[in-house]
C-alpha cells in the first residue's frame, strides 16, 4: 500500500517535473555550442546586455527602498483594507504583461493621468530608458514585496514591544532589528524580482518601444533575431538562462542557509 500512494504522489509530481524541465533541456539540446561565443559577440547583443543590467539593477534598488517600508507596512496591519491592498498588488502578477504596458502607457503617457501634467515641462517618459525601468519595476515589485512581507510576518512581535520600551521608533526599529532578521526574505524576493525584470517582455515593448541602445533589452533582442536569425536568438536566450539561474541559485542559496 505504501508503494501505491508514493506512486500516487510521485507520478504527478515527476509529470510537473517534467513539465518545466524538458524545455529548457530543448534549449540546451537544440543549440549549436559552437557558435554562442561568435553569436554573443554581434553588434547588437552588447548595448541590450548593458541596457538590461542598467535597468534591472536599478529595478532592484526600487524595489528595496521602496518596497521594504510597503512590506512591513501590510506585514503589521490588520485593517479589513490591508487585505484588498494586498490583494491590489498582487494583480501585477497575474495581468498580462501587454495589459500592463497599456496601464503604463495611459499613466505616463503624453494624455496619461500623469504624463499631461508633465508633458508641458517637455518631460517624455515612454519609449525612453525610463520607461523601460518603470516597466520592470511594476511587474517586479510584487514578488519582492510578497516575499518580504512574508517574512516580516513571521518576526517575533515581543521584538517590537521591547524596542518601544527602549523608545525605539518605528523607523529605527525597522532598520536595527526587523531588517537584519529578514535578510534571508529580502535577498530571496530580490533575486526572484531582479530575475523578472531581466526576462521583462510584454509591458516593456508596449511602453517602452524596442529602440536598440535605448529600450533593446535582452529579451526584446531575442525576439527580434527570432525572424532574423533563430541561432542568436537560441544562444541569448542560453545566456539570460544561465545567467538567471546562476542569480537565483547563489543568492537565495546563500541567504536561505
Known amino acids: ?4 500512494s508514493r506512486a500516487a504522489l510521485g507520478v504527478p509530481a515527476l509529470l510537473a517535473l517534467l513539465l518545466l524541465v524538458v524545455p529548457l533541456l530543448a534549449l540546451l539540446a537544440q543549440a549549436d555550442w559552437r557558435r554562442i561565443p561568435s553569436d554573443l559577440a554581434t553588434p547588437t547583443v552588447l548595448p541590450a546586455l548593458r ?8 529595478t532592484a534598488a526600487l524595489c528595496v527602498l521602496l518596497g521594504t517600508p510597503l512590506a512591513w507596512l501590510l506585514a503589521r496591519s490588520n485593517h479589513p483594507a490591508t487585505t484588498w491592498l494586498r490583494a491590489l498588488l498582487t494583480v501585477p502578477l497575474v495581468l ?3 495589459v500592463g504596458g497599456v ?3 495611459l499613466t505616463w503617457g503624453r494624455n496619461g493621468l500623469i504624463g499631461s501634467h508633465l508633458a508641458p515641462f517637455g518631460v517624455q517618459i515612454p519609449f525612453t530608458t525610463v520607461a523601460v525601468v518603470l516597466a520592470e519595476t511594476f511587474v517586479a515589485m510584487p514578488y519582492y514585496v510578497l516575499a518580504v512581507e512574508g517574512s516580516m510576518r513571521g518576526l517575533d512581535t515581543r521584538l517590537e514591544s521591547v524596542a518601544r520600551t527602549l523608545g525605539a521608533s518605528d523607523l ?3 532598520r536595527t532589528v526587523a531588517i537584519p532578521l529578514v535578510l534571508p526574505g529580502i535577498a530571496g524576493g530580490l533575486a526572484l524580482a531582479w530575475a523578472r ?3 521583462e517582455f510584454g509591458a516593456t515593448i508596449t511602453f517602452a518601444g524596442n529602440f536598440q541602445g535605448r529600450t ?4 526584446l533582442l531575442v525576439y527580434v533575431e527570432l525572424e532574423g536569425d533563430p541561432a542568436v536568438a537560441t544562444s541569448i536566450s542560453i545566456m539570460l538562462l544561465a545567467v538567471s539561474v546562476l542569480v537565483l541559485g547563489l543568492l537565495r542559496g546563500r541567504w536561505l542557509r
Open 103 to 105: 496601464a503604463l502607457l
Open 96 to 98: 498580462p504583461p501587454v
Open 172 to 174: 529605527r526599529y525597522l
Open 51 to 58: 541596457l538590461s543590467l542598467t535597468t534591472t539593477s536599478i
Open 1 to 4: 500500500m505504501r508503494w501505491r
Open 216 to 219: 533593446q533589452t535582452l529579451p
Open 197 to 199: 525584470a531581466l526576462g
